[in-house]
DNA sequence: CTGTTAGCGCATTCAG
DNA sequence: CTGAATGCGCTAACAG
């Protein structure tokens, strides 16, 4: 505590210069001085004093991770684990995070520089911040949401969407329904057009019966939204936009009296800590939280460092992972699955 | 970017001093002279800037918020939402979060001087650690973690297990299992110890063969946990240490051709998401994640600036929310519950 | 290759 | 009540 370069310096016999050169790695310093600041700068445990050296840099190797207060980190997001990775990437670069929910207006960490750039992680980023960071062109990256010439890491939600009910036909299903919580959501938009596509490539029509929404941000939002498909139809499989509105939808078939997956098989997205603790054990897409973190990081810190590179979008693919909720072939033997891409 | 106190203080017509009195409300500025920094500064979209700050006042505003890498910010884990809390507790004190994962040594966050202080979620914190902090004098604060003469909120898991517990026995039950992942962790050995003591007070006879571990950290361990009871016993309801053991407990139970609740009733502890989308719905103990941020930052301030406070120990109440996991009274009608204390 | 000088932006003496 | 001077700890520009 305290300790600075001064006293570095005076122990070494040199100028504080050239402590913070040997420090900083710059060229030009004799092998013999080096060792010397070295090995004064140990012994007396020296720690670069974290408020001067960004006051003279100019950079705080700092970023900020900004969360929607709404889901926020409830479990059922998965972006607390998209933090954790991110932490971690970020550390491995000499970089901190700062996190903060979004609320109101521009981000303080911001305006007081306190960071070089920033996360954005989730769908429900009020549009207005995004532009107003775009337009006053600090460094930053959208996780799991995206927007026309801005960066951003996306989960290949169509993708996922569309091997999951392919994955519904090719075991033999017919009617496939799907369930979100609201279409608002632009990830549950853009599971739904995989959906369509699914039916569409498989020469399935697309009817809209077979389609139902819960109440926007309601708890058993999924239980509300498989009981309006009910009332509609009777399909013998449901794809539903996540996990957790699975289980909800699981549960009002069950009540229902129908079996899962006997009577109706269902699938799910997300691959969350709900999934393989389900009853029945639910088939799932799996996101892979961490890529999602260590790429929004590593995206980031290349922008921060050539502030005029191009914005680009990197999508993160996804996995289908079969568990029990979607049962087994409905009438035949199936056709040997291709070998999988995930991971 | 870029508008220094001097430029506010250039249009106001005073000095830089001026300035920053009125900006830091200090006393012995005129009021006429007050208003017309404020509105030289608001004019400029003046900000402070935090570095410059930092470093002439010592200060940085910032805590550090640290969890276990392990269980980090799995949705399994409650922590997130308590960091979310928390950061909402300390933006409201004009502070900020640094979020990192703990590792190897003494957080650099801290050495740098990032950090006015530490807060430390979880309970697998290492020891050296947490000494180490003590020992140097740091601010800091333990949640759902305790030491003899550190700083901490716990929740109160002893409480909430004789609660949990008793209400079984009240609802008929007299073999009562324990199922946890592993005894070592703390909290679950306070909440075996609640449960032993609510068999106690009810003249119910402590039995080993209804208590079962499963396997430090693995998957799945609440199923091998209720395997392994299941071995030596047949008890009619089991308390489980926490929600994601007592879901896993429950498949073991299914698929042993037991019904949840009629053959055995089921009880957790944590009240996460996964608690009310369980099947059947878990009755289980509610933790106020909210108020274990919220305390955990108020403490946290209150010990930096009353840095010879002596440690406190705050305990968290539980709630105990019962679903249908438990099922009815086993034989009679019950006696009327007293009121609750829970929130 | 290294020392000296001069700020970074702000808060805080000390005068007046 | 307010201004001028000083320094927080470090880096950077300029000499030497």
Redesign the interface.
């Known amino acids: 505590m305290g300790v600075t370069i001064h006293d570095v310096a005076k122990r070494a016999g040199v100028s504080p210069a050239t402590v913070s050169r040997v420090l900083n790695d710059r060229p030009g310093i004799r092998a013999e001085t080096r060792e010397r600041v070295l090995k004064a700068a140990r012994e007396l445990g020296y720690?670069?004093?974290?408020?001067?050296r960004?006051?003279a840099t100019k950079r705080?190797h700092?970023l900020g991770?900004l969360v929607h207060?709404r889901h926020?980190?409830?479990?059922?997001s998965?972006?607390?684990?998209v933090?954790?990775a991110a932490?971690?990437e970020a550390?491995q670069h000499g970089y901190?995070?700062?996190?903060?929910?979004v609320h109101d207006e521009a981000p303080l960490?911001l305006?007081?520089?306190?960071v070089e750039g920033l996360i954005l992680a989730g769908c429900d980023i009020p549009r207005a911040l995004i532009l107003h960071l775009k337009h006053s062109g600090v460094p930053f990256v959208l996780v799991d949401n995206h927007l026309p010439g801005v960066n951003s890491i996306v989960i290949d939600n169509e993708g996922g969407a569309y091997e999951a009910v392919s994955h519904l036909i090719r075991l033999g299903h017919r009617e496939i329904g799907f369930l979100c919580e609201w279409m608002e959501d632009l990830s549950f938009a853009e599971r739904f057009a995989g959906y369509k596509r699914a039916l569409q490539d498989h020469g399935l029509p697309y009817r809209p019966e077979l389609v139902a929404e819960g109440e926007p941000r309601t708890?058993g939002s999924g239980y509300i939204a498989a009981q309006r498909l009910l009332q509609k139809a009777r399909p013998s499989a449901v794809f539903v936009a996540n996990d957790?509105t699975a289980?909800?939808a699981?549960?009002a078939f069950?009540e229902a009296g129908l079996d899962i997956p006997k009577d109706i098989a269902v699938v799910g997205f997300d691959d969350?800590?709900?999934a393989?603790?389900?009853?029945p054990p639910l088939t799932t897409v799996r996101v892979f939280r961490d890529a999602l973190g260590i790429q929004a990081v590593r995206r980031l810190l290349y922008i921060i460092e050539h502030p005029s590179t191009p914005p680009l979008q990197i999508r993160v693919f996804t996995k289908l992972i079969i568990r029990e909720s979607c049962g087994t072939p409905l009438h035949a033997q199936l056709p040997p699955m291709p070998a999988d891409a995930g991971a």
């Open positions: 720690i670069p004093d974290f408020s001067a960004s006051l705080t700092t991770f207060a926020s980190l409830s479990s059922h998965f972006y607390g684990q933090l954790a932490e971690k550390r901190h995070l700062l996190f903060s929910t960490m305006e007081e520089q306190r708890p957790l289980v909800e699981m549960r069950r969350g800590d709900l393989p603790v389900a009853y």
